[in-house]
């Protein structure tokens, strides 16, 4: 017996993991409800989920908005007839020492990564019970482990969205067929890096080994069959989990120490709000395009038991490459 379309709702869907997980979901058939607040970006990744099998519908939304989110969600449930996963994908960020960003910026980070996530699953929810089943997706990232000095707002965010995941499974633990699903990717090689705040005075780079954003994509995809509370890409989870525990302040003096240099080093850049209060006017695609052929691996994010070896390592390597 042919399984029927699986019915998708997607966040965050105009670039990055978003549109990347929207186009391998339409690679399987899935019908979807993409949602952003680019409406060329939006446009440029329906026609790409069309033309890999899937249907496709696209609506501007602002996740900060709650009502908007609200109207989002009805309208995505009646199009689809239901809604099997939702996939809050929503990340923007800002890089700089705390003291230099504007605090509206840092504002704006929490409103679009954790209160937006919120949003979504507060629309989602009373669909997954009135449905008694359904998966919520929430992109976290590693940063919900490990501190990241230069992005306070962000690891504040990212620490909020781990907390409020485990207090939803608590809530519905009594529902077994509504799952709440966090991933944890590490470094992603996606457009997010030409939209971040900017406040460093060093013009922004990854490190080697980001993942490609279908790394991350194939495992959200994963998700919809086999549900689990906790997936991280690139990383093996147990040594982040450890050491958090175990030394939960190293990793993060040793990254800030090495960004204090970095940030003197580096080539200059401007300081720029990026695309936190506007969406970017181009569609900017799944892909960052920063991945040299020799870095298209996985980051090996816990080179110790604690993952303090490697914070160290990419933190290094960003001061040789700008020395």
């Not at 960003?101 to 929490?110: E, K």
């Not at 507060?122 to 089943?133: E, G, K, M, S, W």
């Not at 077994?176 to 944890?184: E, K, Q, R, S, T």
């Amino acid at each position: 017996m042919t399984e029927a379309p699986l019915r998708v709702v997607i966040t965050g869907a105009s670039s990055g993991i978003g549109a990347a997980t929207a186009i391998a979901f339409a690679a399987q058939g899935a019908r979807l409800m993409l949602g952003a607040r680019g409406e060329a970006g939006l446009a440029d990744i329906a026609n790409r989920c069309r033309d890999a099998g899937g249907q496709a519908q696209l609506r501007t939304v602002d996740v900060t908005d709650a009502g908007a989110v609200r109207e989002f969600a009805a309208e995505a449930s009646q199009w689809l007839g239901g809604i099997d996963l939702w996939f809050s994908c929503v990340g923007v960020g800002v890089l700089g020492r705390y003291e230099d960003v504007p605090m509206a910026d840092h504002a704006r980070v929490i409103e679009a990564n954790l209160v937006g996530h919120m949003n979504d699953a507060h629309a989602v929810l009373p669909i997954f019970l009135r449905q008694d089943h359904g998966i919520w997706v929430n992109m976290i990232s590693v940063g919900g482990f490990v501190a990241t000095p230069y992005a306070a707002a962000y690891a504040a965010s990212k620490f909020g969205l781990r907390g409020f995941s485990q207090a939803l499974r608590g809530e519905l633990s009594k529902r077994p067929h509504i799952h709440v699903c966090d991933v944890y990717p590490t470094f992603v090689d996606t457009p997010g890096v030409d939209h971040a705040g900017n406040y460093t005075g060093a013009r922004l780079s990854l490190p080697p080994g980001a993942l490609a954003p279908e790394s991350v994509a194939r495992a959200v995809v994963r998700l919809a069959r086999h549900p689990r509370n906790t997936s991280v890409v690139g990383a093996p989870a147990i040594a982040l989990k450890l050491g958090q525990f175990a030394t939960p302040n190293l990793g993060a003096a040793v990254m800030s120490g090495f960004l204090d240099i970095w940030s003197k080093r580096a080539a200059a850049g401007d300081d720029t709000s990026g695309a936190l209060y506007d969406p970017p006017m181009a569609p900017s695609g799944p892909d960052g395009g920063r991945r040299r052929p020799d870095q298209r691996r996985h980051v090996a994010m816990a080179a110790g038991a604690t993952g303090t070896v490697a914070i160290a390592g990419i933190a290094a390597w960003l001061l040789r490459r700008k020395a």
